[in-house]
């Protein structure tokens, strides 16, 4: 995490050094890059969820889960998690890590940075609905927050609650187009904010 880097959980709001910093998810959202409207009065039911099985997802990779807290649906994202591990041979190094980017003002939390069987490394955002469009800005904003952004392949993970996962893949050579997506919604938030 970078020095100096503060998340207030209570407001969900990114500081560095005491200076605001607009998180990568809000950036998305304001710039209706991102539209949660469709769930309507379960958007927090849909939060709560993925909040629960990034909690899951994150005690297991560390070895710390208790499962017999897990409820039954929970269980299900979680059993398309290790699967999606398994089957990759995915070992990960950085796990809903803090990032920002002091160039460009902005900070978030990444989900997982690690390595594939074969070595490669993979920065990887998991959803527990469809994933929308603009994770690929996502995670181009994240890697952006990381040296040499384009050294690690960009991938989400939709997990299921039947214990199936589906990976969904960006280009390399999309990055600087992404990244560039993000920081022009970047800019009309900072800008509002003035």
């Known amino acids: ?101 002091p160039a460009y003002r902005y900070a978030g939390t990444l989900d997982r940075v690690g390595k594939l069987r074969d070595g490669t490394e993979i920065i990887l955002d998991l959803k527990t609905g469809v994933a929308p469009a603009a994770v690929r800005y996502q995670l181009a904003a994240y890697a952006a927050c990381l040296p040499h952004p384009r050294t690690r392949l960009r991938r989400s993970v939709e997990l299921h609650g039947d214990g199936t996962y589906r990976v969904i893949g960006f280009k390399t050579s999309d990055y600087y187009r992404d990244f560039a997506v993000f920081v022009a919604a970047l800019r009309n938030c900072l800008a509002e904010e003035l």
């Not at 969820?49 to 269980?75: K, N, P």
């Open 1 to 101: 995490m970078h020095p100096g880097l503060f998340f207030d959980d209570a407001a969900h709001r990114y500081y560095l050094s005491g200076v605001w910093l607009p998180g990568v998810t809000s950036v998305l959202e304001g710039a209706g890059l991102i539209d949660y409207s469709f769930l309507g009065d379960r958007r927090e039911q849909y939060l709560a969820r993925g909040r629960a099985v990034h909690m899951a997802s994150h005690a297991d990779d560390i070895g710390e889960l208790d499962e017999q807290c897990l409820t039954a649906e929970i269980l299900g994202y979680l059993e398309a998690w290790r699967a999606f591990r398994r089957d990759y041979g995915f070992v990960p190094s950085l796990i809903e890590h803090r990032v920002c980017n």
